[in-house]
Antibody
Framework: QVQLQESGPGLVKPSETLSLTCAVS?????????WGWIRQPPGKGLEWIGS???????YYNPSLKSRLTISVDTSKNQFSLRLSSVTTADTAVYYC?????????????WGQGTLVTVSS | QSALTQPASVSGSPGQSITISCTGT?????????VSWYQQHPGKAPKLMIY???NRPSGVSYRFSGSKSGNTASLAISGLQAEDEADYYC??????????FGTGTKVTVL
């Protein structure tokens, strides 16, 4: 059974860097799937952030690319997200997920999500 | 890249069938067979219901089916049940931003 769990600070100050980690259990992150991040502002819809393969190959949402870094640690079976220069618009529930289709669509296993609030 | 367009709400009585539309463009829904559908209950993570237009993941009820015609994809739910009340989102691969989600549809079981 594939399980994902997000972790990281729930509160980040404006202009600082948001950092989250997704720990994967029950499945090897080095298998033939991409792994992704998706976010959802309170009361709003979903937004794809980016995806990564165990080799380190990445795809980023162009609207976030200049502030975004996604990395993978196969030894710990986890992958991470760093989003710099955050503003209140980055306040959202952040989900990590396994990507079933085409590296950027079709997320079949999800973490429970973690709320990150950007506020001073 | 604008979000895919979905109706804000759809409702039906138990046992009825409903359809949710998802309208995009010739650069996303109309070109690629990479349309997915998600169900999201309040406070929960989304659940993949359909991928690649019409494929159901293991464990998803046969009552859920997907299709596509031109730039519009559709999710049909037959034999509507109380547990189907949730928000539904479509998603598509797109050449410009690689992924675009729909605006979301709230399904109400009357």
């Amino acid at each position: 059974q594939v399980q994902l769990q997000e972790s990281g600070p729930g509160l980040v100050k404006p202009s600082e860097t948001l950092s989250l980690t997704c720990a994967v259990s029950g499945y090897s992150i080095s298998s033939n799937y991409y792994w992704g991040w998706i976010r959802q502002p309170p009361g709003k819809g979903l937004e794809w952030i980016g995806s990564i393969y165990h080799s380190g190959s990445t795809y980023y949402n162009p609207s976030l690319k200049s502030r975004l870094t996604i990395s993978v640690d196969t030894s710990k079976n986890q992958f991470s997200l760093r989003l710099s220069s955050v503003t209140t618009a980055d306040t959202a529930v952040y989900y990590c997920a396994r990507v079933r289709v085409a590296a950027t669509v079709g997320f079949d296993y999800w973490g429970q999500g973690t709320l990150v609030t950007v506020s001073s | 890249q604008s979000a895919l367009t979905q109706p804000a709400s759809v409702s039906g009585s138990p046992g009825q069938s409903i359809t949710i539309s998802c309208t995009g463009t010739s650069s996303d829904v109309g070109y690629y067979d990479y349309v997915s559908w998600y169900q999201q209950h309040p406070g929960k993570a989304p659940k993949l219901m359909i991928y690649e237009v019409s494929n159901r993941p293991s464990g998803v009820s046969y009552r859920f089916s997907g299709s596509k015609s031109g730039n519009t994809a559709s999710l049909a739910i037959s034999g509507l049940q109380a547990e189907d009340e949730a928000d539904y989102y479509c998603s598509s691969y797109t050449s410009s931003t690689l992924n675009v989600f729909g605006t979301g549809t709230k399904v109400t079981v009357l």
